[in-house]
Protein backbone atom coordinates (compact mmCIF):
# COMPACT_ATOMS: atom_id res chain seq x y z
CA UNK A 1 0.00 0.00 0.00
CA UNK A 2 1.73 3.05 -1.51
CA UNK A 3 1.39 5.91 0.91
CA UNK A 4 0.95 9.62 0.42
CA UNK A 5 3.54 11.50 2.53
CA UNK A 6 3.35 15.15 3.85
CA UNK A 7 4.80 17.60 6.29
CA UNK A 8 2.22 17.49 8.86
CA UNK A 9 -0.93 14.97 9.44
CA UNK A 10 -3.81 16.58 11.31
CA UNK A 11 -6.08 13.68 12.82
CA UNK A 12 -9.84 15.94 13.49
CA UNK A 13 -11.25 19.22 11.53
CA UNK A 14 -12.70 20.34 14.62
CA UNK A 15 -12.11 23.81 16.79
CA UNK A 16 -8.15 22.48 17.27
CA UNK A 17 -8.20 21.10 13.53
CA UNK A 18 -9.02 23.95 11.14
CA UNK A 19 -7.16 26.23 13.22
CA UNK A 20 -3.79 24.17 13.13
CA UNK A 21 -4.80 23.76 9.27
CA UNK A 22 -5.00 27.34 8.89
CA UNK A 23 -2.07 28.51 10.69
CA UNK A 24 0.76 25.87 9.58
CA UNK A 25 -0.50 26.14 5.95
CA UNK A 26 0.86 30.06 6.24
CA UNK A 27 3.98 28.68 5.61
CA UNK A 28 4.50 28.44 1.87
CA UNK A 29 5.05 24.75 0.65
CA UNK A 30 4.02 23.10 3.63
CA UNK A 31 2.34 20.31 3.13
CA UNK A 32 -0.42 19.18 5.30
CA UNK A 33 -3.42 16.53 5.22
CA UNK A 34 -6.66 17.07 7.16
CA UNK A 35 -8.33 14.06 8.40
CA UNK A 36 -12.14 14.46 9.35
CA UNK A 37 -14.21 11.19 10.25
CA UNK A 38 -17.89 13.36 9.19
CA UNK A 39 -18.80 15.40 5.93
CA UNK A 40 -20.00 18.94 5.56
CA UNK A 41 -22.74 20.02 7.76
CA UNK A 42 -25.61 20.50 5.57
CA UNK A 43 -29.45 21.82 5.93
CA UNK A 44 -31.28 25.01 5.08
CA UNK A 45 -30.31 26.44 8.85
CA UNK A 46 -27.30 24.60 9.34
CA UNK A 47 -25.96 28.63 10.20
CA UNK A 48 -28.85 30.08 11.63
CA UNK A 49 -27.59 30.40 15.38
CA UNK A 50 -31.22 30.02 17.07
CA UNK A 51 -31.54 26.51 15.40
CA UNK A 52 -28.47 24.94 17.34
CA UNK A 53 -30.82 23.31 19.99
CA UNK A 54 -31.95 20.84 16.60
CA UNK A 55 -28.40 20.60 15.35
CA UNK A 56 -26.69 19.89 18.15
CA UNK A 57 -28.69 16.21 18.60
CA UNK A 58 -28.92 15.24 14.52
CA UNK A 59 -27.59 12.67 14.29
CA UNK A 60 -25.76 12.58 10.60
CA UNK A 61 -23.34 15.29 12.44
CA UNK A 62 -22.98 14.00 15.56
CA UNK A 63 -21.19 11.09 17.27
CA UNK A 64 -24.10 10.02 19.06
CA UNK A 65 -22.01 8.98 22.06
CA UNK A 66 -23.68 7.99 25.67
CA UNK A 67 -22.23 7.73 28.84
CA UNK A 68 -21.91 4.22 30.60
CA UNK A 69 -24.22 4.08 33.33
CA UNK A 70 -23.71 7.08 36.17
CA UNK A 71 -22.82 5.49 39.95
CA UNK A 72 -24.34 8.59 41.76
CA UNK A 73 -27.39 9.27 39.11
CA UNK A 74 -29.08 5.44 39.80
CA UNK A 75 -27.39 3.94 36.66
CA UNK A 76 -29.03 6.90 34.34
CA UNK A 77 -26.86 7.31 31.00
CA UNK A 78 -25.83 10.79 29.90
CA UNK A 79 -26.22 11.78 26.27
CA UNK A 80 -22.83 12.99 25.09
CA UNK A 81 -23.30 15.32 22.26
CA UNK A 82 -20.06 15.90 19.72
CA UNK A 83 -19.84 17.38 16.46
CA UNK A 84 -18.81 14.85 13.47
CA UNK A 85 -18.28 17.31 10.48
CA UNK A 86 -15.92 19.65 9.57
CA UNK A 87 -15.53 21.98 12.35
CA UNK A 88 -16.22 19.78 14.92
CA UNK A 89 -18.46 20.65 17.54
CA UNK A 90 -18.05 24.51 16.17
CA UNK A 91 -21.23 22.74 13.69
CA UNK A 92 -23.22 22.10 16.16
CA UNK A 93 -22.35 24.11 19.86
CA UNK A 94 -24.51 26.92 21.34
CA UNK A 95 -21.65 29.58 20.35
CA UNK A 96 -20.84 30.88 23.60
CA UNK A 97 -17.77 32.95 23.81
CA UNK A 98 -16.55 32.63 27.17
CA UNK A 99 -12.59 31.92 27.83
CA UNK A 100 -12.61 31.59 31.43
CA UNK A 101 -11.45 33.18 34.60
CA UNK A 102 -7.57 34.27 33.98
CA UNK A 103 -6.68 33.01 36.93
CA UNK A 104 -7.55 29.03 35.74
CA UNK A 105 -4.30 29.66 33.22
CA UNK A 106 -1.88 30.77 35.83
CA UNK A 107 -2.92 27.59 37.65
CA UNK A 108 -1.42 25.58 35.13
CA UNK A 109 1.71 27.96 34.82
CA UNK A 110 1.98 27.08 38.91
CA UNK A 111 1.66 23.77 38.13
CA UNK A 112 4.95 23.70 36.07
CA UNK A 113 3.57 24.13 32.37
CA UNK A 114 5.97 27.08 31.49
CA UNK A 115 4.21 28.92 28.72
CA UNK A 116 0.69 28.44 29.71
CA UNK A 117 -0.13 31.15 32.34
CA UNK A 118 -2.70 34.01 31.58
CA UNK A 119 -0.14 36.54 30.09
CA UNK A 120 1.25 33.78 27.60
CA UNK A 121 -2.14 32.55 26.22
CA UNK A 122 -3.83 35.86 26.20
CA UNK A 123 -1.91 37.37 22.91
CA UNK A 124 -3.13 33.82 21.34
CA UNK A 125 -7.08 34.70 22.41
CA UNK A 126 -6.07 37.88 20.99
CA UNK A 127 -4.72 36.59 17.77
CA UNK A 128 -8.19 34.37 16.59
CA UNK A 129 -10.80 36.87 17.79
CA UNK A 130 -12.25 39.91 15.94
CA UNK A 131 -14.02 41.10 18.62
CA UNK A 132 -17.07 43.61 19.06
CA UNK A 133 -15.49 45.40 21.64
CA UNK A 134 -12.45 45.89 19.85
CA UNK A 135 -8.58 46.03 19.90
CA UNK A 136 -7.52 46.67 23.19
CA UNK A 137 -5.25 44.91 26.32
CA UNK A 138 -7.60 42.19 26.79
CA UNK A 139 -9.29 41.90 23.08
CA UNK A 140 -8.20 41.33 19.21
CA UNK A 141 -9.92 43.16 16.34
CA UNK A 142 -8.10 41.19 13.18
CA UNK A 143 -8.62 37.40 14.14
CA UNK A 144 -11.11 35.43 11.77
CA UNK A 145 -13.13 34.22 14.74
CA UNK A 146 -16.17 37.01 15.12
CA UNK A 147 -17.04 37.67 18.41
CA UNK A 148 -20.23 39.55 19.01
CA UNK A 149 -22.85 40.49 21.85
CA UNK A 150 -26.35 39.61 22.28
CA UNK A 151 -28.49 42.45 21.00
CA UNK A 152 -30.53 44.54 23.56
CA UNK A 153 -33.97 43.36 23.97
CA UNK A 154 -33.58 40.14 25.51
CA UNK A 155 -33.73 41.48 29.36
CA UNK A 156 -30.31 41.59 30.03
CA UNK A 157 -30.82 44.86 31.67
CA UNK A 158 -33.47 43.66 34.11
CA UNK A 159 -31.14 40.38 34.55
CA UNK A 160 -28.15 43.16 35.33
CA UNK A 161 -30.35 45.13 38.21
CA UNK A 162 -31.42 41.74 39.33
CA UNK A 163 -28.02 40.22 39.68
CA UNK A 164 -26.85 43.32 41.36
CA UNK A 165 -30.05 43.48 43.99
CA UNK A 166 -29.47 40.06 45.11
CA UNK A 167 -25.59 41.17 46.26
CA UNK A 168 -24.04 39.86 43.46
CA UNK A 169 -21.39 42.03 41.18
CA UNK A 170 -22.00 42.96 37.64
CA UNK A 171 -19.33 43.43 34.91
CA UNK A 172 -19.13 44.71 30.87
CA UNK A 173 -16.17 42.31 30.21
CA UNK A 174 -16.06 39.07 32.11
CA UNK A 175 -12.56 38.85 30.25
CA UNK A 176 -11.14 42.00 31.22
CA UNK A 177 -9.96 43.15 34.50
CA UNK A 178 -13.47 42.38 36.09
CA UNK A 179 -13.42 38.61 36.09
CA UNK A 180 -16.78 37.94 38.17
CA UNK A 181 -20.34 38.58 37.74
CA UNK A 182 -23.08 39.41 35.12
CA UNK A 183 -22.20 39.83 31.54
CA UNK A 184 -23.70 40.46 28.35
CA UNK A 185 -23.98 37.31 26.24
CA UNK A 186 -21.22 36.98 23.79
CA UNK A 187 -21.17 34.51 20.90
CA UNK A 188 -19.21 33.44 17.85
CA UNK A 189 -21.41 34.91 14.68
CA UNK A 190 -20.81 36.41 12.36
CA UNK A 191 -23.42 38.39 10.09
CA UNK A 192 -26.05 36.77 11.52
CA UNK A 193 -24.30 33.16 11.13
CA UNK A 194 -22.49 30.70 13.03
CA UNK A 195 -18.72 30.86 13.56
CA UNK A 196 -18.07 27.28 12.45
CA UNK A 197 -14.44 27.44 12.37
CA UNK A 198 -14.66 25.34 9.27
CA UNK A 199 -16.09 28.58 7.71
CA UNK A 200 -14.10 31.02 9.61
CA UNK A 201 -10.62 29.17 9.50
CA UNK A 202 -10.30 26.58 7.75
CA UNK A 203 -12.90 27.79 4.05
CA UNK A 204 -9.68 30.67 3.72
CA UNK A 205 -7.20 28.13 3.89
CA UNK A 206 -8.99 25.61 1.44
CA UNK A 207 -7.35 28.07 -1.41
CA UNK A 208 -3.74 26.71 -0.57
CA UNK A 209 -3.14 24.11 -2.69
CA UNK A 210 -0.26 22.50 -0.36
CA UNK A 211 -3.84 21.36 2.23
CA UNK A 212 -5.34 18.34 1.37
CA UNK A 213 -8.75 18.06 3.55
CA UNK A 214 -10.22 14.68 3.41
CA UNK A 215 -13.57 14.13 5.10
CA UNK A 216 -15.39 10.29 6.09
CA UNK A 217 -11.81 9.71 6.60
CA UNK A 218 -11.46 7.97 10.16
CA UNK A 219 -8.15 6.74 11.52
CA UNK A 220 -7.24 3.96 13.07
CA UNK A 221 -3.94 3.63 13.97
CA UNK A 222 -0.62 5.67 14.33
CA UNK A 223 2.12 4.37 12.27
CA UNK A 224 5.48 4.27 13.90
CA UNK A 225 9.08 3.68 13.51
CA UNK A 226 10.59 2.51 17.24
CA UNK A 227 9.15 5.44 18.79
CA UNK A 228 8.80 8.34 16.28
CA UNK A 229 5.10 8.72 14.89
CA UNK A 230 5.64 8.76 10.56
CA UNK A 231 2.27 8.54 9.62
CA UNK A 232 -1.12 7.59 9.95
CA UNK A 233 -3.73 4.61 9.09
CA UNK A 234 -6.92 5.31 8.19
CA UNK A 235 -10.23 4.71 6.54
CA UNK A 236 -11.70 6.59 3.92
CA UNK A 237 -14.56 5.16 2.70
CA UNK A 238 -14.29 1.60 3.37
CA UNK A 239 -10.83 1.94 2.01
CA UNK A 240 -7.35 1.84 4.23
CA UNK A 241 -5.16 3.95 3.73
CA UNK A 242 -2.01 5.10 5.40
CA UNK A 243 -0.18 8.95 5.12
CA UNK A 244 3.01 9.46 6.00
CA UNK A 245 4.29 12.25 7.97
CA UNK A 246 7.07 13.89 9.47
CA UNK A 247 5.03 14.84 12.68
CA UNK A 248 1.16 13.41 13.18
CA UNK A 249 -0.98 16.06 15.28
CA UNK A 250 -4.09 14.40 16.86
CA UNK A 251 -6.96 16.75 17.24
CA UNK A 252 -9.55 14.76 18.22
CA UNK A 253 -10.65 16.43 21.03
CA UNK A 254 -11.41 14.79 24.30
CA UNK A 255 -12.95 11.38 23.35
CA UNK A 256 -11.10 11.45 20.15
CA UNK A 257 -7.91 11.83 20.98
CA UNK A 258 -6.96 9.46 23.52
CA UNK A 259 -9.00 6.85 21.79
CA UNK A 260 -6.39 6.93 18.55
CA UNK A 261 -3.50 7.12 21.28
CA UNK A 262 -4.70 3.68 22.63
CA UNK A 263 -5.28 2.04 19.57
CA UNK A 264 -1.71 2.95 18.88
CA UNK A 265 -0.32 1.14 21.84
CA UNK A 266 -0.12 4.63 23.92
CA UNK A 267 -1.91 4.91 27.30
CA UNK A 268 -2.59 2.33 30.80
CA UNK A 269 -0.40 -0.97 29.77
CA UNK A 270 -2.59 -3.39 31.57
CA UNK A 271 -5.51 -2.67 30.39
CA UNK A 272 -4.38 -2.17 26.54
CA UNK A 273 -2.83 -5.70 26.78
CA UNK A 274 -6.04 -7.01 28.50
CA UNK A 275 -7.94 -6.06 24.62
CA UNK A 276 -5.10 -7.11 23.21
CA UNK A 277 -3.23 -4.22 22.18
CA UNK A 278 0.86 -4.44 22.15
CA UNK A 279 1.40 -1.34 24.73
CA UNK A 280 4.22 0.94 23.09
CA UNK A 281 3.84 3.60 25.87
CA UNK A 282 2.25 2.97 29.30
CA UNK A 283 0.75 6.20 30.06
CA UNK A 284 -1.57 5.29 32.26
CA UNK A 285 -3.27 9.16 32.22
CA UNK A 286 -4.48 8.55 28.89
CA UNK A 287 -8.31 8.87 29.29
CA UNK A 288 -8.42 9.51 32.84
CA UNK A 289 -8.48 13.37 34.32
CA UNK A 290 -12.04 13.33 32.37
CA UNK A 291 -13.81 16.97 33.48
CA UNK A 292 -16.99 17.90 32.48
CA UNK A 293 -18.97 21.01 33.40
CA UNK A 294 -22.37 19.25 35.14
CA UNK A 295 -25.31 21.45 34.18
CA UNK A 296 -29.21 21.69 35.21
CA UNK A 297 -31.93 24.10 33.68
CA UNK A 298 -34.21 26.11 35.77
CA UNK A 299 -37.70 27.00 34.52
CA UNK A 300 -40.58 29.63 35.53
CA UNK A 301 -43.68 30.72 33.90
CA UNK A 302 -43.18 33.57 32.34
CA UNK A 303 -45.62 36.63 32.88
CA UNK A 304 -45.56 39.09 29.83
CA UNK A 305 -44.67 36.94 26.33
CA UNK A 306 -40.99 35.42 25.98
CA UNK A 307 -39.14 34.76 22.81
CA UNK A 308 -41.67 32.07 22.37
CA UNK A 309 -43.60 34.08 20.49
CA UNK A 310 -41.16 34.82 17.84
CA UNK A 311 -41.73 31.21 16.65
CA UNK A 312 -45.32 31.71 16.03
CA UNK A 313 -45.45 30.27 12.13
CA UNK A 314 -46.07 34.06 10.46
CA UNK A 315 -43.65 35.96 12.41
CA UNK A 316 -40.74 33.02 12.37
CA UNK A 317 -41.35 33.16 8.07
CA UNK A 318 -40.32 36.59 8.97
CA UNK A 319 -37.42 36.18 10.89
CA UNK A 320 -36.11 33.75 8.85
CA UNK A 321 -36.19 35.73 5.73
CA UNK A 322 -35.37 38.83 8.04
CA UNK A 323 -32.16 36.15 8.76
CA UNK A 324 -31.13 35.12 5.48
CA UNK A 325 -31.78 38.73 3.80
CA UNK A 326 -29.88 40.77 6.67
CA UNK A 327 -28.13 38.42 8.93
CA UNK A 328 -30.42 39.70 12.19
CA UNK A 329 -33.07 39.73 14.16
CA UNK A 330 -33.88 37.21 16.91
CA UNK A 331 -32.94 34.19 14.83
CA UNK A 332 -29.31 35.75 14.35
CA UNK A 333 -28.77 34.97 18.12
CA UNK A 334 -28.84 31.73 20.42
CA UNK A 335 -30.94 33.23 22.28
CA UNK A 336 -29.00 33.69 25.76
CA UNK A 337 -29.39 37.15 27.59
CA UNK A 338 -26.16 36.96 29.33
CA UNK A 339 -24.00 35.30 31.68
CA UNK A 340 -23.57 35.27 35.39
CA UNK A 341 -20.16 34.40 36.55
CA UNK A 342 -20.67 33.76 40.87
CA UNK A 343 -18.83 32.39 43.75
CA UNK A 344 -21.54 30.41 45.85
CA UNK A 345 -19.39 30.82 49.07
CA UNK A 346 -17.03 33.56 50.86
CA UNK A 347 -13.63 32.29 50.71
CA UNK A 348 -13.37 31.19 47.03
CA UNK A 349 -10.78 33.23 44.98
CA UNK A 350 -12.72 33.17 41.60
CA UNK A 351 -16.16 32.35 40.25
CA UNK A 352 -17.69 28.44 40.70
CA UNK A 353 -20.58 28.76 39.26
CA UNK A 354 -21.95 30.21 35.74
CA UNK A 355 -25.78 31.01 35.22
CA UNK A 356 -26.52 30.90 31.36
CA UNK A 357 -30.00 32.87 31.45
CA UNK A 358 -32.07 32.38 28.33
CA UNK A 359 -35.15 34.17 27.27
CA UNK A 360 -37.21 30.65 26.53
CA UNK A 361 -36.80 27.40 27.90
CA UNK A 362 -34.49 24.91 25.72
CA UNK A 363 -37.58 22.83 25.18
CA UNK A 364 -39.07 25.62 23.44
CA UNK A 365 -37.71 26.17 19.94
CA UNK A 366 -40.10 24.52 17.87
CA UNK A 367 -42.20 26.43 15.66
CA UNK A 368 -46.30 26.68 16.27
CA UNK A 369 -48.95 27.61 14.57
CA UNK A 370 -51.69 29.94 16.02
CA UNK A 371 -54.72 28.69 14.73
CA UNK A 372 -54.28 24.75 14.71
CA UNK A 373 -53.56 23.29 18.28
CA UNK A 374 -53.12 24.51 21.62
CA UNK A 375 -50.57 27.93 22.22
CA UNK A 376 -47.68 27.06 23.82
CA UNK A 377 -46.70 27.96 27.38
CA UNK A 378 -44.36 31.18 27.49
CA UNK A 379 -41.37 29.94 29.77
CA UNK A 380 -37.81 31.06 30.62
CA UNK A 381 -35.00 29.49 32.09
CA UNK A 382 -31.76 29.70 33.45
CA UNK A 383 -29.09 27.12 32.80
CA UNK A 384 -26.70 26.16 36.60
CA UNK A 385 -23.85 25.60 35.27
CA UNK A 386 -20.78 24.06 37.64
CA UNK A 387 -16.94 25.67 36.68
CA UNK A 388 -15.41 24.22 39.73
CA UNK A 389 -16.04 20.70 40.29
CA UNK A 390 -13.83 17.83 42.32
CA UNK A 391 -15.17 14.67 40.23
CA UNK A 392 -13.40 12.87 37.58
CA UNK A 393 -14.19 10.39 34.88
CA UNK A 394 -12.68 8.16 32.70
CA UNK A 395 -12.54 7.75 28.59
CA UNK A 396 -11.75 3.62 27.84
CA UNK A 397 -11.90 1.58 24.92
CA UNK A 398 -14.72 -1.27 24.75
CA UNK A 399 -12.23 -3.46 22.34
CA UNK A 400 -9.63 -3.48 20.08
CA UNK A 401 -11.84 -2.17 17.13
CA UNK A 402 -11.49 1.11 16.44
CA UNK A 403 -14.71 1.51 15.11
CA UNK A 404 -16.57 1.12 18.49
CA UNK A 405 -17.60 3.69 20.75
CA UNK A 406 -15.73 4.30 23.74
CA UNK A 407 -16.93 3.89 27.25
CA UNK A 408 -17.02 7.42 28.75
CA UNK A 409 -18.09 7.53 32.41
CA UNK A 410 -18.16 10.89 33.52
CA UNK A 411 -18.51 9.95 37.96
CA UNK A 412 -20.94 13.15 37.95
CA UNK A 413 -21.18 14.41 41.41
CA UNK A 414 -18.95 11.17 42.93
CA UNK A 415 -17.82 14.05 45.44
CA UNK A 416 -19.83 15.13 48.02
CA UNK A 417 -18.85 18.61 47.85
CA UNK A 418 -19.75 18.86 44.09
CA UNK A 419 -23.63 17.64 44.76
CA UNK A 420 -23.31 20.39 47.32
CA UNK A 421 -22.05 23.26 45.20
CA UNK A 422 -24.80 22.50 42.56
CA UNK A 423 -26.98 22.98 45.37
CA UNK A 424 -25.73 26.19 46.11
CA UNK A 425 -26.07 27.16 42.79
CA UNK A 426 -29.30 26.51 41.73
CA UNK A 427 -30.26 28.72 45.63
CA UNK A 428 -28.45 31.32 44.37
CA UNK A 429 -30.35 31.49 40.30
CA UNK A 430 -33.67 31.14 42.60
CA UNK A 431 -32.32 34.40 44.58
CA UNK A 432 -31.71 36.48 41.40
CA UNK A 433 -34.31 35.67 39.42
CA UNK A 434 -36.78 36.38 42.76
CA UNK A 435 -35.90 40.23 42.50
CA UNK A 436 -38.02 42.93 41.53
CA UNK A 437 -36.39 43.67 38.48
CA UNK A 438 -37.25 40.76 36.58
CA UNK A 439 -40.70 40.46 38.12
CA UNK A 440 -42.54 41.65 34.90
CA UNK A 441 -40.86 38.54 33.36
CA UNK A 442 -40.68 35.95 35.87
CA UNK A 443 -43.78 33.84 37.59
CA UNK A 444 -44.35 30.78 39.55
CA UNK A 445 -41.21 28.21 39.52
CA UNK A 446 -41.73 25.48 37.22
CA UNK A 447 -38.77 23.56 37.64
CA UNK A 448 -38.25 22.09 40.12
CA UNK A 449 -41.14 23.91 41.62
CA UNK A 450 -40.79 25.62 45.06
CA UNK A 451 -42.36 22.56 46.50
CA UNK A 452 -38.05 21.21 46.45
CA UNK A 453 -36.62 23.82 48.86
CA UNK A 454 -34.64 21.26 51.15
CA UNK A 455 -31.51 20.43 50.48
CA UNK A 456 -31.98 16.75 50.34
CA UNK A 457 -35.16 17.44 48.18
CA UNK A 458 -32.62 19.58 45.60
CA UNK A 459 -29.71 17.05 45.88
CA UNK A 460 -32.71 14.26 44.43
CA UNK A 461 -33.47 17.02 41.80
CA UNK A 462 -29.97 17.53 40.68
CA UNK A 463 -29.31 13.53 40.83
CA UNK A 464 -32.46 13.17 38.51
CA UNK A 465 -32.00 15.71 35.64
CA UNK A 466 -28.07 16.74 36.25
CA UNK A 467 -26.35 16.26 32.72
CA UNK A 468 -23.27 17.83 31.07
CA UNK A 469 -22.82 21.23 29.36
CA UNK A 470 -20.58 19.82 26.38
CA UNK A 471 -17.39 20.82 27.63
CA UNK A 472 -14.87 18.02 28.13
CA UNK A 473 -11.49 18.15 28.82
CA UNK A 474 -8.35 16.74 30.37
CA UNK A 475 -8.23 12.89 29.22
CA UNK A 476 -4.47 13.95 27.17
CA UNK A 477 -3.41 16.17 30.30
CA UNK A 478 -0.38 18.34 30.16
CA UNK A 479 2.25 17.96 32.45
CA UNK A 480 5.77 17.98 33.97
CA UNK A 481 7.77 14.56 34.52
CA UNK A 482 7.08 14.83 38.50
CA UNK A 483 3.67 14.20 37.22
CA UNK A 484 2.82 10.25 35.87
CA UNK A 485 -0.53 10.86 35.19
CA UNK A 486 0.91 13.45 32.22
CA UNK A 487 0.54 12.35 28.58
CA UNK A 488 1.66 15.11 26.64
CA UNK A 489 4.56 18.05 28.09
CA UNK A 490 4.62 22.51 27.88
CA UNK A 491 5.44 21.77 24.12
CA UNK A 492 2.18 19.25 23.33
CA UNK A 493 4.09 16.26 22.53
CA UNK A 494 3.33 12.75 23.29
CA UNK A 495 5.30 11.80 26.57
CA UNK A 496 7.53 8.76 25.42
CA UNK A 497 7.34 9.75 21.88
CA UNK A 498 8.96 11.64 18.97
CA UNK A 499 6.75 13.61 16.49
CA UNK A 500 3.75 13.16 17.92
CA UNK A 501 1.57 16.02 19.64
CA UNK A 502 -2.26 16.00 21.05
CA UNK A 503 -3.28 19.79 20.78
CA UNK A 504 -6.92 20.19 21.49
CA UNK A 505 -8.97 20.41 24.58
CA UNK A 506 -8.09 17.04 25.92
CA UNK A 507 -4.78 18.87 26.99
CA UNK A 508 -6.02 21.25 29.63
CA UNK A 509 -5.20 19.94 33.09
CA UNK A 510 -8.15 21.62 34.17
CA UNK A 511 -11.65 23.02 32.83
CA UNK A 512 -11.61 26.80 32.34
CA UNK A 513 -14.45 28.09 33.97
CA UNK A 514 -16.50 29.05 31.21
CA UNK A 515 -16.96 27.74 27.83
CA UNK A 516 -14.58 25.68 26.03
CA UNK A 517 -14.38 26.56 22.70
CA UNK A 518 -12.40 29.74 22.70
CA UNK A 519 -10.00 27.77 24.98
CA UNK A 520 -9.33 24.83 22.30
CA UNK A 521 -9.07 27.57 19.46
CA UNK A 522 -6.26 29.18 21.49
CA UNK A 523 -4.35 26.24 22.19
CA UNK A 524 -4.32 25.58 18.41
CA UNK A 525 -3.47 28.91 18.17
CA UNK A 526 -0.17 28.12 20.62
CA UNK A 527 0.35 24.96 19.02
CA UNK A 528 0.84 26.02 15.73
CA UNK A 529 3.68 28.74 16.52
CA UNK A 530 5.01 25.55 18.77
CA UNK A 531 5.43 23.57 15.98
CA UNK A 532 6.47 26.25 13.65
CA UNK A 533 9.25 27.20 16.86
CA UNK A 534 7.61 30.49 17.12
CA UNK A 535 5.94 32.88 20.06
CA UNK A 536 4.07 35.54 20.88
CA UNK A 537 5.45 37.86 23.56
CA UNK A 538 3.23 37.57 26.78
CA UNK A 539 0.49 40.35 27.17
CA UNK A 540 1.42 43.05 30.27
CA UNK A 541 -1.32 43.40 32.44
CA UNK A 542 -2.52 44.92 35.41
CA UNK A 543 -3.61 43.24 38.28
CA UNK A 544 -6.52 41.06 38.59
CA UNK A 545 -9.65 42.72 40.53
CA UNK A 546 -11.61 39.15 40.57
Known amino acids: MAAEVFDYVIVGAGAAGCVLANRLTEDKGTRVLLLEAGGAATGWFKDMPI ?41 INGMVYARGHRLDYDDWA ?16 KRSENS ?18 IPDGMMYSELRAATVAAGYP ?3 DYHGEHCEGAQRGEMTVSRGRRGNVARTFLQPAMRRAHLNVRTHAHATRVLFEGQRAHGIEYLHRGQLHRAQAHQVILA ?14 IGPAAELQRLGIRARVDLPGVGHNLIEHPFLMLAWRARTQSFRCALRADRAALSVLRWALAGTGPFATNGAAGHVFIRTEPGLDRPDMQLTCVAAAMSARDV ?50 DLERMVRGIRAARRIYAQAALQRFVGEELIPGTGVDSDVQLEDFVLKVGAITQHPVGTCRMGTERQPEAVVDADLQVRGTEGLRVIDA ?15 IMIAEKGA ?18
Open 51 to 91: AFPHYVLRRDLNWNYVSEPEPQLAGRRVEVPRGKALGGSTA
Open 110 to 125: SAGLTGWSYADVLPYF
Open 132 to 149: WLGEGVYHGAAGPMQVCA
Open 170 to 172: VTD
Open 252 to 265: GGTYGSPVLLMHSG
Open 368 to 417: WFPVFGKRPEHVIGVGVSMIRQDSRGVVALRSADPLEPPRILFNLFQQRS
Open 506 to 520: SVMPNVPGGNTNAPT
Open 529 to 546: DLIRGRRLAPAELPPCLH
